[in-house]
């Protein structure tokens, strides 16, 4: 069965500290994508990134990265030098009969000035 | 600008109402998707279509209803038959080209059901 597990429900950081939020999924697919999303509080989810299973080159988009490792299935995401505005819930997600989106319970991250 | 828009972003109804839900979407998407969050959760799918006229199930179905008559318009109702409809309800599409379906989903700001 499709799972995504986000074992980190609450992190806080102080401004410009680095964070890395923890992604482990469970699939019997062979071929895969996996998402991130941010929800802000205002409480649209943000697409941040797609990943598909072939590809396990990290991702970096900014000060944001994403680590990919099968062999341990996690997709990682680290947020370096943390502002104010990356206060949200940040969600990892995983497809399961192609179209529907399995969401992990989500990770609260505040940073505070 | 091309995007989702839900209407209203909060919503009151009394136990026992039928509400429903506004989703309209001008990405020129096929697919359209119901969730519903509740506080501390991840989101739940209720209901999901991928073409106009066309939609299933999704892990939540069971007092909610959908219709898909346009390609732009997905509403969700919530009957009285819903145990406990309080909760946070996101609308989402996305598209389908070149018969891929693992295309990201783009979300509605939401809506915020409160039964009183």
């Known amino acids: 069965a499709q799972k995504v597990t986000q074992a980190q429900t609450e992190i806080s950081v102080v401004e410009k500290e680095d964070v890395t939020l923890d992604c482990v999924y469970e699939t019997r697919d062979t071929t895969y994508y996996l998402f991130w999303y941010k929800q802000p509080p205002s409480g649209e989810l943000v697409f941040l990134i797609r990943?598909?299973?072939?590809?396990?080159q990290n991702e970096i988009s900014g000060r944001y990265s994403w680590n990919f490792q099968k062999s341990t299935s996690s997709f990682n995401f680290t947020i370096t030098a943390s502002q104010v505005v990356d206060s949200a819930v940040y969600f990892c997600?995983?497809?399961?009969?192609?179209?529907?989106?399995?969401f992990g319970t989500g990770t609260r991250l505040q940073v505070f000035p | 600008d091309g995007g989702i828009t839900q209407s209203p972003k909060y919503l009151f109804r009394k136990e026992g109402q039928n509400v429903t839900l506004s989703c309209e979407q001008n990405?020129?998407?096929?697919?359209m998707y119901w969730y519903r969050q509740d506080p501390g959760q991840g989101l739940r799918l209720i209901y999901y279509?991928?073409?106009?006229?066309?939609?299933q199930k999704g892990d939540i179905a069971e007092g909610y209803s959908v219709s898909r008559e346009k390609k732009e318009s997905f509403p969700l109702t919530v009957t009285s038959a819903q145990k406990n409809p309080t909760a946070f309800y996101l609308c989402a599409s996305s598209s389908t080209l070149a018969g891929n379906s693992y295309n990201e989903q783009f979300f509605g700001p939401g809506t915020r059901l409160t039964v009183l």
């Open positions: 990943r598909n299973s072939f590809d396990e």
């Open positions: 997600a995983l497809p399961r009969n192609t179209d529907k989106l399995i």
């Open positions: 990405l020129n998407h096929d697919a």
């Open positions: 279509s991928q073409i106009v006229n066309d939609f």
